[in-house]
């Protein structure tokens, strides 16, 4: 994994990758340090990242601004803030996990377990997802979205009104950033569920969910039989 | 008894374009005497009721007396002979005078006039007299003498001063109906008034009724005399006990030469005073109104901070004296004039305040305004119901103060909310949980790795919450508590970023005093909005006295000012600066920042009279 700090107070940055290396171990592949986003977005440039550990000041536009564009990108952000009210509006924009200061060990882990476990959750529910588009970064609402589809590194949303937005996280960073409701249908779709009407299957193993809007969606062969209980 | 030329026919004369210039009142009617007319000889008697006889100012007396009473004109003769009491004695070829025109200081003179009640004879002639004047008199009814006010003689030595008001009966069989002959022996050496003139009322009516209306013309002063006693007593315990303004003892002075006037006005039904006190005490009267404008004036003027009312108040006092020697030849007069004019300034003033929106002037200006109003409706006599007409401004002024009162009980309140606030948010800035929650999360770090310094990072911590709690409830602090704070804060700041961060505040008086924690916000500024460059981790304080006692503090803070973001003018931080330096240095304060080469340097000014940053 490949993590990048951004905290200002230089004794709280070596605790956090201090921490980092204790619960990543062997799987922690580069750790670096930048004191300010600005510095952030430079690092970032250079080498692509799967983590970020922000220490960030929510409060005035500028906080939510360097939020946005940082959960906009392919990376999970976790929050590492003193400011604890502001976490629910951090998880409303996307964040992964929020550690409130002071911090022990074992609270990071628990958030770093949420980035690196197979079926790991955002310990809270995003209202948005921030897209970049055109260079700037717009928020979508997460009710809007009927299904996403993967593309390699990248999924697309695909909104009620048919308009499709590019995110640069994967499906399953994605995923993990829904709120419930949410299923992973295939190895390329996650769909609301509540989007389903029925599920069809035809000859050759071939499965397909109807969604109300009548697009069909494929069903990976491993998920078919868990989906048609669930529908009941 | 209220109109006597003061000055001659001729003077009269000259004056009368300059007062007909001088519209300040319709009042420069009023006088009814003919001085310089030829004397009229006639057989005929004129008859008409006395309420047309008489000049507009005292018309008030007559117009109760019964409507079939008619007197005769006057005739007027210098000398002395007792027959000229005699009813039956031809007064034909004496000279026809007004009741007002009569000569003074001229020896002894006799008036002769004729009372009768036109009616079938079923109703008899009232019984009472009552006579008021200055003069010396004698009074006969047909032929039998009543009485006397006092002894009149040929020259001031043996003339004996009587009473203003005298009241006389009239015996039974002198009554009846029909034609009665007044006879009058009077000399006037003793009069007092300057004027070239004098004159008398004569009024007969049953004695009840003439007793009544001495009541209700005693009524109105005196009440007014307590009322505005009161109202000055008031106003006086208000200064003394609840707000030393210079408003409420102009107030308390209104409205005492007000009920000195009223008094005055009254003391003359109570206590039936010598003749020759009655020129004094309505000079005196003149002067109380004179007093009662210019306070009037000044109240509004300071109370609603008139621009220049030194002037305006020093300016009013030659008009007043103009304007006495301008007005008609009638003391009551000056007193209207007097009134009018600081009416008139009292107005404008008000106005003035009006059109700048200054809480009160409405009240004060409606106040004025039915105060004028009313005096310019009975212009005649200011004295007439004084009190009534200047009841409305006076309440005016009254609600003026009380709404001041109330609009600074308000703001006192808004202030000690204010206070109360700041001292919150202080406690606030240095407990607040982002600096508490890093400084912990710090500590945590330094308690693993060296629990040695863990407890240096403690102490800091608490030296900085014991001095936030030394100055928390303070207003104002001397600048060596302020640096001490800065220096504890910076102290943890230094821990937790790891750079040595120091405060110079070299010769510097540290005896003066600033609002608490204003130093500590510009450096808490300084870590939020800068970044250090090429390890500057020195702030700097300058203090220079400019001139008087402003106080200058220059406050340099170094580092990068950030780029993308500005210094926010408006942040919590300046807010609670500029509320702080505001609420112990209103208005007097100023506060301006720019960045400079190698940082960001604040200036404070405080004790400059000038507008804010």
Request: glycine share 8%; with cysteine; net charge neutral.
């Amino acid at each position: 994994m490949r993590v990048l700090i951004v905290e200002d107070e230089p004794l709280l940055a070596q605790r956090l990758e201090r921490f980092c290396r204790e619960i990543l171990g062997e799987t922690l592949e580069t750790i670096r340090r930048a004191t300010a986003l600005a510095e952030a977005s430079a690092r970032l440039d250079e080498a692509p990242i799967d983590l970020l550990l922000l220490d960030l000041n929510l409060h005035g536009r500028d906080g939510m601004e360097l939020l946005k564009a940082s959960v906009a990108g392919s990376f999970h952000t976790i929050i590492v803030s003193a400011n604890t009210d502001q976490a629910l509006r951090a998880f409303e924009f996307g964040v992964i996990d929020f550690v409130p200061k002071p911090f022990s060990q074992e609270r990071l882990a628990q958030a770093l377990a949420r980035v690196t476990e197979r079926e790991g959750r955002a310990a809270g529910a995003a209202k948005y997802l921030a897209v970049k588009k055109h260079g700037r970064v717009e928020l979508v609402e997460i009710d809007r979205i009927v299904y996403l589809e993967g593309a390699g590194a990248y999924a697309e949303l695909v909104l009620d009104d048919g308009k499709r937005e590019l995110h640069d996280k994967t499906l399953e960073k994605l995923h993990a950033l829904l709120p419930p409701g949410f299923e992973r249908i295939h190895k390329s779709y996650v769909v609301r569920w509540s989007a389903v009407k029925a599920l069809h299957a035809s000859e050759g193993s071939h499965y397909e969910a109807e969604l109300k809007n009548g697009v069909m969606l494929p069903v990976g062969r491993t998920r078919y039989k868990e989906l048609r209980e669930k529908l009941g | 008894m209220d109109g006597h030329s003061r000055f001659g026919g001729v003077n009269r004369i000259a004056w009368r374009p300059l007062l007909t210039l001088v519209v300040l009142l319709g009042a420069s009617s009023g006088t009814t005497a003919t001085t310089g007319a030829e004397p009229v000889r006639t057989e005929e008697r004129r008859w008409s009721h006395p309420a047309k006889e008489y000049p507009r100012s005292v018309r008030r007396w007559f117009v109760e007396l019964p409507p079939a009473l008619q007197y005769s004109e006057v005739r007027f003769r210098d000398g002395d002979d007792p027959r000229w009491a005699q009813p039956a004695w031809d007064d034909a070829d004496w000279e026809v005078r007004g009741f007002w025109d009569l000569p003074a200081r001229a020896g002894v003179q006799w008036v002769r006039f004729r009372v009768r009640m036109d009616c079938d004879g079923r109703v008899a002639l009232p019984a009472g007299i009552m006579i008021s004047t200055v003069r010396t008199y004698e009074v006969f009814w047909d032929g039998v003498l009543l009485g006397a006010s006092g002894v009149p003689g040929p020259d001031r030595t043996s003339e004996q001063v009587g009473r203003v008001d005298e009241w006389f009966s009239i015996p039974a069989p002198l009554r009846g109906p029909g034609e009665h002959v007044v006879a009058m022996r009077s000399s006037s050496y003793r009069v007092g008034f300057p004027a070239k003139n004098s004159g008398f009322r004569f009024l007969v009516d049953a004695p009840a009724r003439l007793q009544g209306m001495v009541l209700r013309e005693a009524f109105v002063p005196t009440l007014a005399a307590g009322a505005l006693c009161m109202v000055a007593l008031a106003a006086l315990i208000m200064w003394l006990l609840a707000a030393r303004r210079a408003t409420l003892l102009l107030l308390g002075g209104v409205c005492v030469s007000g009920a000195a006037m009223q008094a005055l006005q009254a003391m003359r039904w109570f206590f039936q005073y010598p003749a020759d006190w009655h020129y004094p005490v309505l000079a005196a009267m003149v002067g109380l109104v004179g007093a009662q404008g210019v306070l009037t004036v000044a109240f509004v003027a300071v109370h609603f901070a008139v621009p220049h009312r030194g002037w305006l108040l020093g300016g009013l006092v030659p008009v007043f004296a103009l304007v006495s020697w301008l007005s008609p030849p009638r003391l009551n007069l000056e007193g209207v004039w007097i009134l009018a004019v600081g009416m008139t300034v009292s107005l404008g003033c008000a106005g003035w305040a009006l059109r700048r929106g200054r809480r009160g002037a409405g009240p004060a200006l409606a106040g004025l305004a039915a105060s004028a109003a009313l005096l310019l409706l009975e212009a005649e006599d200011f004295r007439a119901s004084f009190f009534l007409k200047f009841l409305p401004a006076l309440l005016g002024l009254i609600a003026a103060i009380a709404m001041q009162l109330h609009d600074e009980r308000r703001d006192a309140q808004a202030a000690q909310l204010a206070a109360a606030r700041l001292e919150t948010e202080l406690l606030k800035k240095n407990l607040q949980p982002h600096f508490l929650l890093n400084t912990l999360a710090v500590l945590t770090e330094i308690v693993e790795q060296n629990p040695r310094s863990a407890v240096k990072l403690i102490d800091d911590l608490a030296d900085e919450f014991r001095a936030v709690a030394r100055v928390s409830a303070e207003k104002l602090i001397p600048l060596a508590q302020e640096l001490e704070l800065c220096r504890a804060h910076l102290r943890v700041m230094s821990v937790r970023t790891g750079q040595t961060w120091s405060l110079e505040a070299a010769g510097v008086d540290e005896t003066v005093v600033v609002p608490p924690a204003v130093l500590l916000t510009l450096i808490e500024n300084g870590f939020t909005h800068q970044r250090v460059t090429n390890g500057a981790t020195v702030f700097r304080l300058r203090l220079e006295r400019v001139g008087g006692a402003v106080v200058r503090l220059t406050f340099f803070s170094p580092g990068e000012v950030q780029a993308d973001r500005t210094r926010p003018a408006g942040g919590t931080g300046m807010r609670y600066v500029r509320a702080r330096l505001e609420e112990s240095f209103p208005g007097r304060w100023s506060l301006h920042g720019e960045p400079v080469a190698g940082g960001w340097r604040s200036v404070v000014e405080i004790g400059a009279e000038r507008g804010r940053a």
